[in-house]
């Protein structure tokens, strides 16, 4: 097996190029430099589940003393600041609150679920007082619609002559019958048609809804030199377009599955990748599997272990006895559960801003808004010790030293064996780490600004491939 490198993602602009579908009949994939971005409209769904977001500024001198018990989040018409009239109202607590003492900074935020459907319309996001006093200014406006509402993570094409795209969702509406369909650049002509529809289940518990689709025509697949391209989407009652006119025209939607942005004809865009040549253009450490195929995967090889280690100054305490500890690069698994995991921790150091999500799964008590550095590394621990029963162990690299200080809040998860990732609850030292183990394997480290502290948590599973691509390019 080849070796994975998470840090190819990447992307180059691309080069599109005609290719023939159909007598006299011209379609082609497209480059993202096509994409006319004022075309398409974001939408919030008005069904029950949905997730909303509310965000609102404190003032950092004033936000410690601030009592914001009974205040509430609201979705209210536009025109109608008011409590009497908002469409649904969320509780808010001194938990929502958070404030950063290192950028002066204070926020109230809360991310809460629709509890039934509301009506569809456009709705402002807005804040009230205990006493039902608008705070926090205007707010933003969003069109809400009667749609659940979909976004398709990534799609892929195989060698195995199908496309495959997927999408995260819990909302039983989503089933074969509301499959997606890919267009070229015409918006017109369908260049995928359905083949087979199945579910899995994330690393995070979340259904996964994951389409098969005939690729009608290889050729018209225009791909850059990143053997990647962009097309057009229709999801829905199979190749019908999304109604989003409701509010102006008076037109009823119909409840099924749409697009959480999209232009007036009910299309939105998306990227497609020729998953197995930008494996081997990279040598990455990949068999390429979809969720419909059977069999195990096959594990990757472990390379030779030569690279150079070092012992750390502070020995590791295991019961009464103290034991050297050895840090040393991360290299090959022996397993491809493991080497799925150690992808996603790297993914995370190398990608800050993506990494806060992670985060907040695996140490929800952390509360973690931000992440500021990290780096990982692998631990060893003198030969024929046993520390099932946990062992002390203060780490450190160059990376810690220059970045890590007494006081900062560190969030550290390690790869066991079988893949699973597991939260370490840790404190950080002047230039260096401190945590218990009761095994050891590669382990990331991560700087992080949170409001929480720390506290144990279940281990999560292993991330499968297809969670590993989520992570990978989004």
Same mark, same amino acid.
């Given at each position: 097996m080849?070796?994975?490198?998470?840090?190819?993602a990447?992307?180059?602009l691309?080069?599109?190029?005609?290719?023939?579908?159909?007598?006299?009949?011209?379609?082609?994939?497209?480059?993202?430099?096509?994409?006319?971005?004022?075309?398409?409209?974001?939408?919030?769904?008005?069904?029950?589940?949905?997730?909303?977001?509310f965000?609102?500024?404190?003032?950092?001198?004033?936000a410690s003393?601030?009592?914001?018990?009974?205040?509430?989040?609201?979705?209210?018409?536009?025109n109608s600041?008011?409590?009497?009239?908002?469409?649904?109202?969320?509780?808010?607590?001194?938990?929502?609150?958070?404030? %950063?003492?290192?950028?002066?900074?204070a926020?109230?935020?809360l991310s809460?679920?629709?509890?039934?459907?509301?009506?569809?319309?456009?709705?402002?996001?807005l804040?009230?007082?205990?006493?039902?006093?608008p705070?926090g200014?205007?707010?933003?406006?969003?069109?809400?619609i009667?749609?659940?509402?979909?976004?398709f993570?990534?799609?892929?094409?195989n060698?195995?002559?199908?496309?495959?795209?997927?999408?995260? &969702?819990?909302?039983?509406? +989503?089933?074969a019958?509301?499959?997606?369909?890919?267009?070229?650049a015409?918006?017109?002509?369908?260049?995928?048609?359905?083949?087979?529809?199945t579910?899995?289940?994330?690393?995070?518990?979340?259904?996964v809804?994951?389409?098969?689709?005939? +690729?009608?025509?290889k050729?018209?697949?225009?791909?850059?030199?990143?053997?990647?391209t962009?097309?057009?989407?229709?999801?829905?009652t199979?190749?019908?377009?999304?109604?989003?006119?409701?509010?102006?025209?008076?037109?009823? %939607?119909?409840?099924?599955?749409?697009? %959480?942005?999209?232009?007036?004809?009910?299309?939105?865009?998306?990227?497609?990748?020729?998953? %197995?040549?930008y494996?081997?253009?990279?040598?990455l450490?990949?068999?390429?599997?979809?969720?419909?195929?059977?069999?195990?995967?096959v594990?990757?090889?472990?390379?030779?272990d030569?690279?150079?280690?070092?012992?750390?100054d502070?020995p590791?305490?295991?019961?009464d006895?103290?034991?050297?500890v050895?840090?040393?690069?991360?290299?090959?698994?022996n &397993?491809?559960?493991?080497?799925?995991?150690?992808n996603?921790?790297?993914y995370?150091?190398?990608?800050?801003?993506?990494?806060?999500?992670?985060?907040n799964?695996?140490?929800p008590?952390?509360k973690?808004?931000?992440?500021?550095?990290?780096?990982?590394l692998?631990l060893?621990?003198?030969?024929?010790?046993?520390?099932?029963?946990?062992?002390?162990?203060?780490?450190?690299?160059?990376?810690?030293?220059?970045q890590?200080?007494?006081?900062?809040?560190?969030?550290?998860?390690?790869?066991?064996?079988?893949?699973?990732?597991?939260?370490v609850?840790?404190?950080?030292?002047?230039?260096?780490?401190?945590?218990?183990?009761?095994?050891?394997?590669p382990?990331a480290?991560?700087?992080?600004?949170?409001?929480?502290?720390s506290?144990?948590?279940?281990?999560?599973?292993?991330?499968?491939f297809?969670?590993y691509?989520?992570?990978?390019?989004?």
């Amino acid at each position: 097996m080849k070796k994975i490198s998470a840090f190819l993602a990447s992307l180059l602009l691309f080069t599109a190029i005609a290719m023939s579908f159909g007598p006299a009949k011209t379609v082609q994939a497209f480059p993202s430099s096509e994409i006319d971005y004022s075309e398409y409209d974001w939408y919030e769904s008005a069904k029950a589940g949905t997730q909303i977001y509310f965000r609102m500024s404190l003032d950092y001198d004033l936000a410690s003393t601030v009592d914001v018990t009974g205040w509430k989040a609201a979705l209210c018409p536009p025109n109608s600041v008011s409590l009497a009239d908002a469409a649904v109202t969320f509780d808010i607590s001194n938990d929502d609150k958070y404030i %950063n003492d290192e950028y002066k900074f204070a926020r109230v935020s809360l991310s809460p679920t629709l509890p039934t459907d509301i009506k569809e319309g456009n709705y402002t996001q807005l804040f009230f007082d205990a006493a039902g006093n608008p705070v926090g200014g205007s707010g933003t406006t969003s069109t809400y619609i009667n749609k659940t509402l979909l976004y398709f993570d990534c799609a892929l094409m195989n060698d195995d002559g199908y496309a495959y795209a997927y999408v995260y &969702s819990e909302n039983p509406a +989503i089933n074969a019958s509301t499959y997606p369909t890919f267009y070229g650049a015409d918006k017109k002509t369908p260049i995928t048609s359905f083949d087979d529809y199945t579910t899995t289940v994330s690393e995070f518990g979340k259904t996964v809804h994951h389409y098969r689709l005939n +690729i009608l025509d290889k050729s018209q697949f225009a791909m850059s030199e990143e053997y990647l391209t962009y097309l057009y989407v229709k999801a829905g009652t199979p190749n019908v377009a999304i109604s989003v006119s409701g509010n102006d025209a008076g037109a009823v %939607n119909d409840g099924g599955i749409g697009l %959480n942005t999209s232009d007036a004809e009910g299309f939105s865009y998306i990227y497609v990748r020729d998953l %197995n040549a930008y494996v081997e253009k990279y040598d990455l450490d990949w068999e390429v599997k979809s969720p419909f195929d059977d069999g195990d995967p096959v594990e990757a090889e472990p390379e030779e272990d030569d690279e150079e280690q070092y012992k750390i100054d502070t020995p590791a305490v295991v019961g009464d006895k103290e034991v050297s500890v050895y840090v040393k690069e991360i290299k090959g698994a022996n &397993s491809s559960e493991e080497q799925h995991a150690i992808n996603n921790l790297v993914y995370w150091v190398e990608h800050l801003s993506d990494a806060v999500g992670a985060m907040n799964q695996y140490a929800p008590s952390m509360k973690v808004s931000k992440v500021l550095a990290a780096g990982s590394l692998d631990l060893a621990i003198e030969g024929g010790v046993d520390i099932s029963k946990g062992a002390k162990i203060t780490f450190t690299d160059a990376n810690i030293a220059a970045q890590v200080k007494a006081g900062d809040k560190v969030v550290v998860l390690h790869v066991k064996h079988d893949g699973t990732i597991e939260y370490v609850p840790a404190v950080a030292g002047d230039g260096n780490i401190t945590a218990t183990f009761t095994s050891l394997s590669p382990i990331a480290w991560y700087k992080v600004e949170a409001n929480g502290s720390s506290g144990a948590v279940s281990p999560k599973t292993g991330v499968s491939f297809w969670d590993y691509l989520k992570e990978l390019f989004f």
